[in-house]
């Protein structure tokens, strides 16, 4: 089974910037980024498709956060600008084998790692 790997997440101040990095463990074609801020539910940040490299993203993270695929590996990078203590979460790495449907539908990704803290305080 495919396992992913997360790293990066940081205390940062507000304006500041951060990288995630995931790292999965065999071939996957799309890879996703979700975050769970305190008391609600998990939400989706930002996708992308390796075929195409189209990548997708929420309303609130679009101009300031990038998606990346690193090189030909599955791995995917998640560069973070202008983070708001709003952005404070624990960031969840996801993975599913073939794309399709929406990319925020959850049930649709077939691993997901242990989560990364992301804290945006002054």
């Known amino acids: 089974q495919v396992q992913l790997v997360e790293s990066g997440g940081d205390l940062v101040q507000p304006g500041g910037s951060l990288k995630l990095s995931c790292t999965a463990s065999?071939?996957?074609?799309?890879m996703a980024w979700f975050r769970r801020r305190p008391g609600l539910q998990r939400e989706g940040v930002a996708a992308?498709?390796?075929?195409?490299?189209?990548?997708f993203y929420s309303d609130f993270v679009k101009g300031r956060f990038t998606i990346s695929r690193d090189g030909a590996k599955n791995s995917v990078t998640l560069l973070m600008n202008d983070l708001k203590i709003g952005d404070s979460a624990m960031y969840y790495c996801?993975?599913?084998?073939?794309?399709?449907?929406?990319?925020?539908?959850?049930?649709?990704?077939?691993?997901w790692g242990q989560g990364t803290e992301v804290t945006v305080s002054a």
């Open positions: 065999g071939n996957v074609e799309q």
């Open positions: 996801t993975a599913r084998l073939r794309p399709g449907g929406p990319w925020t539908r959850q049930s649709l990704y077939h691993m």
């Open positions: 992308i498709i390796f075929t195409d490299g189209v990548t």
